[in-house]
Structures are given as structure tokens and as C-alpha cells.
């Protein structure tokens, strides 16, 4: 008499290995251009992101009324991002974020140990 034993863990690692696949070819993209909004006690202010994205590197450029086009760089790990930018001032705002869907992004901001914000971001279409 066979056992089915090892048809059943073949035919469960070949579906996980499937979910694996199918999970590595939906990684979102950052790259384009997002509409951000910062959110502080002091009120809300909504830069332009433009982010390239190549394998898990990050760069692009912040742009906000307040503090002109600045660039950056930074990482991206599964759903998760972080990325800094060096203000003329010398603060450096340190944004650690989570891909919600391919087109929303949401995190906290860390203003070089001067305080904190929220963002929430969109992908402009």
C-alpha cells in the first residue's frame, strides 16, 4: 500500500511556492510622483514626492512651498520604506513608511529629533 503522505507535502510546498511567486511579482513600484500630506501640531502641509525606485534603492525629490525641491535617498524592504532629506537648514526629516495599496502610502515623519508628524501619501495618476 502507498502512503499519501508525500503527495500532500508536495502538492502543499508547490502552492506555497506559487503564493511566493505570485507575491514577489505584485511588489509595488514608488516610482512616479505622489502627492503627500504631512500632518503636524503646527498644521498640515502636502509636498510633491517624486520617487524612482530601482531593485530596493530609492531616490527622488521633496518638494514643498515652504522648503523648495530637495533631493533624497532612501530604501524600500517588502511594504516598507524609508527615506531622508537634508533640509538647507541642516535637519534632516526622516520618513519610515508602509505601502497600504500600490497607489497609497501612509508613515511617520522624525524631524531629526525635534519632534514628529504623520504622512499619508497618494500616487498622482
Do not use: C
Not at 514608488?30 to 502636502?46: D, I, R, S
Amino acid at each position: 500500500m502507498r502512503s499519501r503522505v508525500p503527495s500532500a507535502i508536495v502538492v502543499a510546498s508547490l502552492t506555497l511556492s506559487a503564493t511566493a511567486l505570485v507575491a514577489q511579482q505584485h511588489a509595488t513600484d514608488l516610482t512616479g510622483t505622489w502627492t503627500f500630506k504631512v500632518v503636524t501640531e503646527n498644521g498640515t502641509g502636502t509636498p510633491t514626492v517624486t520617487m524612482r525606485q530601482k531593485g530596493d534603492s530609492l531616490s527622488g525629490t521633496y518638494e514643498s512651498a515652504r522648503m523648495g525641491a530637495l533631493p533624497f535617498k532612501g530604501t524600500v524592504k517588502g511594504k516598507t520604506f524609508t527615506f531622508a532629506v537634508n533640509t538647507a537648514g541642516g535637519a534632516t526629516l526622516t520618513f519610515n513608511g508602509t505601502i497600504v495599496t500600490d497607489d497609497a502610502v501612509s508613515g511617520e515623519v522624525d524631524f531629526g529629533g525635534q519632534g514628529g508628524a504623520t504622512f499619508s501619501g497618494e500616487r498622482k495618476k
